[in-house]
């Protein structure tokens, strides 16, 4: 797994690959770090690097990087789950 949270899925029956990337949709970046109850704010670059997750904008998932059949997940959905009952039904 990357710092962004991209991760990749090798069927190893079939040899399919599944990529999956963790989409950030909020209006502001997540808060990471130190609150300081003085200032009332966050401190610290924590999370800058590891993330976790990636805005839709930098997602490498694109028709025009040659992946085809893209799925976008509800929030609280499994990847693998979803991954594993596409591999049921081929």
């Known amino acids: 797994m990357s710092d962004t949270g991209r991760y ?8 399919r690959v599944f990529w999956v990337e963790p989409i950030y949709k909020g209006n502001q970046a997540p ?3 130190d609150f300081d109850p003085v200032e009332k704010k966050y401190t610290g670059q924590y999370g800058q ?5 990636i805005v839709e904008e930098d997602s490498i998932i694109k028709e025009e990087n040659g992946f085809k059949n893209i799925v976008t997940l509800e929030p609280g959905q499994s990847p693998e789950d979803y991954i594993k009952k596409l591999l049921k039904k081929s």
């Open 49 to 53: 690097k590891h993330k976790g997750s």
């Open 8 to 15: 990749y899925i090798k069927d190893q029956e079939t040899g």
């Open 31 to 33: 808060k990471w770090g």
